[in-house]
């Protein structure tokens, strides 16, 4: 892959971007260990959903992976059956979103005076940047004047569609697919949320995040399958375990950016939707959002909200 036109990043952004955890924690070096699947509670009955109801409001939430293989069947009777009947669906973004607000995303990645990629990064890591980029048919000009959490992302964009993942199969962007343009469909963020978060990361952890990405264990390994079969297992704890855990450990600040920060600002909206928006309403957003002890569930249970997973 050498080039992309707008449309298909736009795409890429909506679905995939706004949880750039699919690169920093879905990541094959990072895939669920063996001792989780084998789990005897957990059959693989499909990726797990969840529904939290009052007298006039049924909430479902569904975590989804924002890039997948194509011959993958995730799609549960289940999930299909809410999906069709939902009254207003949420993803975190859409691409039905103001083109607007994708350019703007873009711009946010373009780096100040001494801030992009090629003055912060030292001569090795520049090596290897240019190793990486060559491999997936890119060049290391290219990416002169952004910022090292942008050129992050795109590179992530490139080596998981050379492994065989595309967010083009992932779970919002068939949906997106599938949804008649008549249907209620809204995002719980702006795209430039994702986008302004991660230009408050300092230099080292920007840097950081992007290394990270670049090891040759992560780049030679196959799709996570250990990871894909936990989330078709519809296991959290197992998602949390083998791939967010390690990401609150060694990356703390990402963590609370993409994780634990908007978990936060999604489940007071959600709380917000349950008092005043009848109807049934359907929420897909990253499977890691749903798992762990910063997860959207723990959040609205704390709020009062009683989830139940099926």
Same mark, same amino acid.
């Given at each position: 892959?050498?080039?992309?036109?707008?449309?298909?990043?736009?795409?890429?952004?909506?679905? $995939?971007? /706004?949880? %750039?955890?699919? &690169?920093?924690?879905?990541?094959?070096? +990072?895939? @669920?260990? #063996? *001792?989780?699947?084998?789990?005897?509670?957990?059959?693989?009955?499909?990726?797990?959903?969840?529904?939290?109801?009052?007298?006039?409001?049924?909430?479902?939430?569904?975590?989804?992976?924002?890039?997948?293989?194509?011959?993958?069947?995730?799609?549960?009777?289940?999930?299909?059956?809410?999906?069709?009947?939902?009254?207003?669906?949420?993803?975190?973004?859409?691409?039905?979103?103001?083109?607007?607000?994708?350019?703007?995303?873009?711009?946010?990645?373009?780096?100040?005076?001494?801030?992009?990629?090629?003055?912060?990064?030292?001569?090795?890591?520049?090596?290897?940047?240019?190793?990486?980029?060559?491999?997936?048919?890119?060049?290391?000009?290219?990416?002169?004047?952004?910022?090292? $959490?942008? /050129?992050? %992302?795109?590179? &992530?964009?490139?080596?998981?569609?050379? +492994?065989? @993942?595309? #967010? *083009?199969?992932?779970?919002?962007?068939?949906?997106?697919?599938?949804?008649?343009?008549?249907?209620?469909?809204?995002?719980?963020?702006?795209?430039?949320?994702?986008?302004?978060?991660?230009?408050?990361?300092?230099?080292?952890?920007?840097?950081?995040?992007?290394?990270?990405?670049?090891?040759?264990?992560?780049?030679?390994?196959?799709?996570?399958?250990?990871?894909?079969?936990?989330?078709?297992?519809?296991?959290?704890?197992?998602?949390?375990?083998?791939?967010?855990?390690?990401?609150?450990?060694?990356?703390?600040?990402?963590?609370?950016?993409?994780?634990?920060?908007?978990?936060?600002?999604?489940?007071?909206?959600?709380?917000?939707?349950?008092?005043?928006?009848?109807?049934?309403?359907?929420?897909?957003?990253?499977?890691?959002?749903?798992?762990?002890?910063?997860?959207?569930?723990?959040?609205? *249970?704390?709020?009062?909200?009683?989830?139940?997973?099926?």
């Amino acid at each position: 892959m050498t080039s992309w036109t707008f449309r298909e990043i736009r795409n890429a952004v909506s679905a $995939w971007v /706004a949880a %750039l955890t699919v &690169s920093l924690s879905f990541s094959p070096a +990072q895939a @669920a260990p #063996a *001792e989780f699947l084998g789990d005897t509670r957990f059959e693989m009955s499909g990726p797990a959903m969840w529904l939290i109801e009052d007298e006039d409001t049924e909430l479902y939430l569904f975590g989804s992976v924002h890039a997948l293989p194509p011959e993958l069947d995730w799609r549960r009777d289940e999930f299909i059956e809410v999906m069709n009947t939902a009254d207003i669906i949420f993803f975190e973004t859409t691409t039905r979103d103001s083109s607007d607000d994708f350019l703007a995303f873009f711009r946010m990645g373009i780096a100040g005076p001494g801030e992009s990629l090629h003055d912060v990064l030292d001569t090795d890591q520049l090596e290897r940047l240019a190793e990486v980029l060559a491999d997936v048919g890119l060049d290391l000009e290219s990416f002169r004047g952004q910022k090292p $959490w942008f /050129a992050s %992302l795109m590179i &992530s964009f490139a080596v998981m569609d050379m +492994q065989g @993942a595309a #967010a *083009e199969d992932g779970v919002e962007a068939w949906m997106e697919r599938q949804l008649s343009l008549d249907r209620d469909v809204r995002s719980l963020e702006n795209a430039l949320v994702v986008a302004e978060s991660f230009s408050e990361l300092t230099t080292e952890e920007q840097i950081d995040m992007l290394m990270d990405g670049l090891s040759d264990e992560e780049l030679s390994a196959p799709v996570g399958e250990n990871m894909l079969r936990a989330w078709m297992k519809g296991n959290p704890d197992g998602l949390y375990r083998g791939s967010f855990r390690e990401m609150s450990e060694e990356q703390p600040g990402v963590y609370e950016i993409m994780i634990t920060r908007r978990n936060t600002q999604w489940a007071e909206t959600l709380d917000t939707l349950m008092d005043d928006q009848p109807g049934r309403i359907l929420v897909v957003v990253g499977a890691g959002h749903l798992a762990g002890p910063e997860s959207v569930i723990l959040m609205m *249970e704390e709020l009062g909200w009683e989830a139940e997973q099926f």
